[in-house]
């Protein structure tokens, strides 16, 4: 037992999970897993190498191995509709280099979302792998209504000749056309790639269009709003099946983590269920309660709404107080968020105008609609109340509160 053999390690596991089960997550990044899918994820899986693909691979006894991950395979190709999934990525970043490499050339051209309106460093930061082996055409969001300009992607595409165009955001709460993104692709012969870690769930819910029909190919994590474990998985059409299959090994990875693809097919399991479903529209409902609320208490939204989960807020040009010290008013009341750049922002990337937040992680809890009205509530006394500590500590009992009445793991 972890309690007698690390006592160190094992207290301070115990007051994450006390952290965790004390605050409300709003953090965009961030959910909770099942018990099931932390069961499969600790499994003795751990242990077994199973380098290749199922029936193909180089180490022996790999009987049990190759039926779990053609599972998790055959499950994934259920939830999302798509020809050929691989399941072994082992994070975001492997699995959009897995893509790269199978699609582009060092010096070809990319079109996708400016670095500065809702980037990702796997999306052409000049510091990482993409921005340094390809040339990046920055497409953007039109100023006034700070939607994607579709006619200037359109536009971008046509001039430069892009070798591939990428669908994909990391704080964008509308939905996005992927028909016209397939129709632009293929007035110049491009790859379109859709990246949705920010949005599978809903997809897999069936709550948002799939972009699985109109891309060549799709990668998404399967953890943030999927409610899965920490990894990721690519989609495709059948036909590019062995140019993925080969980009992820042996290009990019060695051996897979079987527990990792265990946990996975646990989770693709639980994603078709009708339950998740009802999730994914409770998520919905409650991110447009949540965002109406906070526009009714005077905070400014990107784009006035959200068609998903993350809401964007001004804190700044609201009330006048920069990220952090919103976020550590926040922090002491035991309401997680981020900080987050959004197009046209005034302010420096390390000190941005705006607060990310979303409603995955305490609509998993039980939370709804009446619950997000008291967090609105709570959100925006905090903010008023930053040099308040008796006030700050008032407010952080009713999240407590909030929190014991809809515990994580019951």
């Known amino acids: 037992m972890l309690e007698q053999n690390d006592k160190i390690l094992f207290d301070l596991i115990q007051k994450e999970s006390k952290r965790q089960d004390d605050e409300i997550e709003l953090i965009a990044s961030e959910n909770y897993v099942s018990k099931d899918v932390l069961e499969a994820n600790g499994s003795i899986l751990t242990n077994k190498y199973s380098e290749w693909y199922p029936w193909k691979r180089y180490y022996a006894w790999q009987e049990y191995i ?40 060092p010096g070809d051209k990319v079109l996708w979302l400016s670095l500065d309106q809702w980037w990702h460093l796997s999306h052409g930061h000049p510091l990482n792998f993409s921005g340094i082996l390809y040339e990046i055409i920055p497409y953007t969001l039109d100023k ?51 990246d949705i870690a920010h949005i599978a769930w809903l997809i897999a819910g069936g709550v948002l269009e799939n972009p699985i029909p109109y891309c060549d190919v799709v990668t998404t994590t399967t953890h943030k709003t999927l409610r899965w474990p920490r990894g990721a998985i690519i989609m495709s059409k059948e036909k590019f099946a062995s140019q993925i299959a080969r980009a992820v090994f042996p290009w990019v990875q060695g051996w897979p983590h079987e527990n990792l693809i265990a946990a996975k097919a646990v989770a693709f399991w639980e994603a078709l ?9 409770q998520v919905v409902k409650n991110a447009k309660v949540l965002a109406d609320e906070l526009i009714n208490n005077w905070f400014k939204v990107v784009s006035g709404w959200t068609d998903n989960h993350l809401i964007l807020i001004d804190v700044f040009s609201s009330f006048w107080v920069t990220w952090k010290e919103a976020e550590l008013a926040l922090e002491k009341v035991w309401l997680s968020t981020n900080k987050n750049m959004v197009p046209y922002d005034t302010r420096k990337a390390l000190d941005p105008s705006w607060i990310r937040i979303w409603t995955p992680a305490a609509t998993t809890r039980g939370m709804k609609e009446i619950e997000m009205n008291i967090i609105a509530r709570i959100f925006t006394q905090a903010i008023k109340s930053k040099d308040d500590e008796d006030k700050l500590k008032e407010l952080k009992k009713e999240v407590l509160e909030l929190c014991h009445k809809f515990p994580i793991y019951k």
């Open 273 to 281: 269920k009708p339950e998740f479903k009802d999730y994914a529209k």
């Open 144 to 194: 006034e209504t700070e939607l994607i300009d579709m006619d200037e992607v359109e536009r971008l595409a046509i001039k430069h000749k892009p070798q591939m165009i990428l669908a994909w955001f990391s704080a964008y709460p509308r939905s996005l056309d992927w028909k016209r993104f397939r129709e632009i692709a293929d007035k110049v012969w491009a790859i379109l790639m859709a």
């Open 66 to 105: 190759d039926q779990i991950e053609n599972l998790a395979i055959s499950r994934a190709r259920e939830l999302f509709w798509a020809e050929y999934v691989n399941v072994q990525p082992l994070s975001w970043s492997p699995a959009n280099l897995a893509v790269y490499l199978w699609v582009l050339k």
